[in-house]
């Protein structure tokens, strides 16, 4: 009998790294998810699989908690999703998301490089490095201009990566994935925010909603398609780096315009311009080719931009509906 396959997924308490591991454990996988230690549990989005998954602790800020948890678990595959995300946040704290979000990813390499070079490995690499677009429609091969202190981080991710597979011959893998989205979408960020607060208008909870650059334009698709392609490009037979993307593109008006729509709402009556919620530098139009993907690793999108921000906003209201009944009782 064949031996079960093990993969250890950093970040499995975020939105993809609890699809992923859905994923995995559906493809027959033992997955091991890394954790770091909170004050307060966070486990919302892996609280249904938390039987099936064994959860370790370790930081991509400690090499140590990363070697010991190689050396324990002997992982086949590694799926480095833990980063500072946030983009805003990366203007707050530079030194922070420099030292999680690109030193994280050699910490996490060597660390494979020392205790099993046969791992393979796959790093979230982002569509915020092409930032000020070089080209339109971006590809693997279009040169790089991050606009964030995060997409310098992830530019240095992603390098790190190429470099390390170059280096030690490691099998290392960058998926350039686009904004993708779905109901477990951290609420800072702006789909999310959009569904969340046209949920708490229809219902009558709350009256407007606060956002900043209205222009800017998104490549955005659904997160449990994304994760599929992650998985897809550790099975190849060699190494390389994909974009993952829709070739599709909509401003934020636009994501109003259906958030709001499908409750029957006019966003113009709602959404107002906070300056707060403007960036020091901004990316204004991001649309991926993934041509590459679909050709090398027969992947393609299953849900279009209307039908996730539809269903974005029928959870969102589902989950305050049930949380009215539960306030209620
Ligand atoms: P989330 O912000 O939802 O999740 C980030 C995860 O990283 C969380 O589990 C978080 O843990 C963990 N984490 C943060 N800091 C550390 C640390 N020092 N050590 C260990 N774990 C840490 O992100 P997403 O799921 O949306 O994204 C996954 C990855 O993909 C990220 O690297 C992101 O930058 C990248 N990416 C995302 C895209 C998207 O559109 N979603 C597009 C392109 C790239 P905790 O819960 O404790 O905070
Ligand atoms: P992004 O996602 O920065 O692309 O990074 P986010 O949803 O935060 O912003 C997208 C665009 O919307 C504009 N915007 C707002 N954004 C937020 N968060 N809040 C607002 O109120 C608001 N109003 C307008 C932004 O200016 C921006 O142009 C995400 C993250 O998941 C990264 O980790 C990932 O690498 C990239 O996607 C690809």
């Known amino acids: 009998m064949s031996k ?11 939105q993809d790294g609890s699809y992923l591991a859905e994923f995995l454990l559906d493809q027959g ?44 678990h002997r992982p086949s595959e590694v799926y480095n999703l833990a980063a500072q995300s946030f983009v805003p946040t990366s203007w707050a704290q530079p030194v922070l998301t420099g030292e999680v979000t690109a030193l994280g990813v050699t910490r996490i390499l060597d660390a494979i490089r020392m205790v099993d070079p046969e791992i393979r490995f796959y790093q979230a690499s982002s569509s915020e490095m092409f930032g000020k677009v070089q080209e339109v429609p971006q590809t693997e091969k279009t040169t790089f201009y991050p606009r964030s202190p995060y997409g310098v981080a992830k530019v240095y991710g992603h390098w790190i990566t190429v470099n390390y597979r170059e280096s030690y011959n ?13 109901p477990r979408r951290g609420l800072e960020f702006v789909t999310h925010k959009v569904t969340y607060h046209v949920a708490k208008i229809k219902l009558g909870l709350a009256d407007r909603v606060p956002l900043g650059n209205l222009d800017s334009q998104r490549d955005w698709g659904y997160a449990p398609d994304y994760v599929k392609a992650m998985w897809l490009m550790l099975q190849q037979d060699q190494p390389d780096d994909y974009v993952v993307a829709t070739g599709k593109t909509h401003s934020i008006r636009r994501l109003c315009e259906v958030a ?28 991926g080719d993934a041509s590459k993907a679909r050709r090398q690793l027969g992947w393609t999108p299953t849900v279009t931009f209307e039908q996730m921000i539809e269903l974005m906003v029928e959870a969102d209201l589902e989950a305050l509906r049930h949380e009215q009944v539960h306030v209620r009782a």
């Open 29 to 72: 996988y033992d997955v091991i998810g890394m954790v770091r230690r909170t004050s307060t549990v966070n486990f919302d989005r892996i609280r249904h699989i938390q039987e099936r998954v064994k959860l370790v602790p370790g930081d991509l800020m400690d090499e140590v908690s990363l070697m010991a948890i190689l050396r324990e």
């Open 260 to 287: 709001f729509g499908y409750v029957g709402l006019n966003w113009e009556d709602y959404v107002y311009v906070n300056p707060a919620d403007l960036r020091p530098a901004e990316v204004d139009l991001l649309i």
């Open 4 to 14: 079960r396959k093990c993969a250890l997924v950093t970040g499995i308490t975020g």
């Open 170 to 182: 490691l099998f290392a893998c960058s998926g350039i994935l686009f904004n993708h989205e779905s």
